[in-house]
């Protein structure tokens, strides 16, 4: 594939994904449970593995009561941008279920693929309705874990953080320089044909 190839497809690509991106400057604004269930609405229309729909999804709003446990079992880092955020997403994802012919628990080998389709129209439908969005992994997952209360057989993925775009001027230095969208690889080394190289 030809960099000029790659360069029309990536313009042709649909302007609410290329406009998605991972900002951190969030003013401290609240959201209604109403707002939010209707993005997080948006995830239980993925698509799964024979219809298990596996992914779930906890959340606390800021200015609620479980808004400064949530926001603790972050790594300091994500805690002091992500403190002015409207709400906190964490993705969870049951990994198996029983069987309903022969009623044994089969693991589910794409329950973390499936979470993370959900998580995708999420973020989308979050754009969509004029919030911004920054999945992150940097929190103490054990914490969280004990904290959500989350059985043996769920398996704990990521958190979306969920709040209204903020000027770059509120965040520090090093991260004001850094709030920018990041750049893709180029499709050519993302896309083989055949086999992997």
């Known amino acids: ?5 790659s360069g029309r497809m990536a313009s042709s690509a649909a302007a609410f994904i ?3 991106w991972s900002p951190r400057a969030f003013v401290p604004a609240d959201i209604t449970e109403v707002e939010l269930l209707s993005l997080l609405e948006a995830g239980r229309w993925a698509p799964s593995a024979y219809n298990r729909q596996p992914w779930r999804f906890v959340y606390a709003r800021r200015a609620t009561s479980d808004w400064d446990k949530f ?5 300091p880092f994500n805690y002091s941008w992500a403190e002015n955020a409207s709400a906190i997403v964490y993705v969870v994802s049951q ?15 794409t329950h973390a693929f499936d979470a993370g389709a959900a998580s995708v129209l999420v973020q989308l439908q979050a754009l969509h309705n004029g919030w911004a969005t920054h999945p992150i992994s940097g929190f103490d997952h054990a914490q969280a874990r004990e904290g959500l209360g989350l059985p043996e057989d769920y398996a704990l993925h990521a958190a979306i953080v969920i709040g209204r775009r903020g000027s770059k001027d509120l965040l520090p230095v090093g991260l004001s320089e850094r709030e920018s969208p990041s750049d893709r690889l180029p499709l ?5 044909s055949g086999r992997f190289v």
């Open 18 to 20: 290329l406009n998605r």
């Open 188 to 192: 050519k080394d993302v896309v083989m």
């Open 95 to 109: 990994t198996g279920a029983v069987d309903p012919k022969s009623g044994e628990w089969k693991d589910n080998p």
């Open 71 to 75: 926001l603790s079992w972050l790594i």
């Open 1 to 5: 594939m030809t960099e000029e190839s």
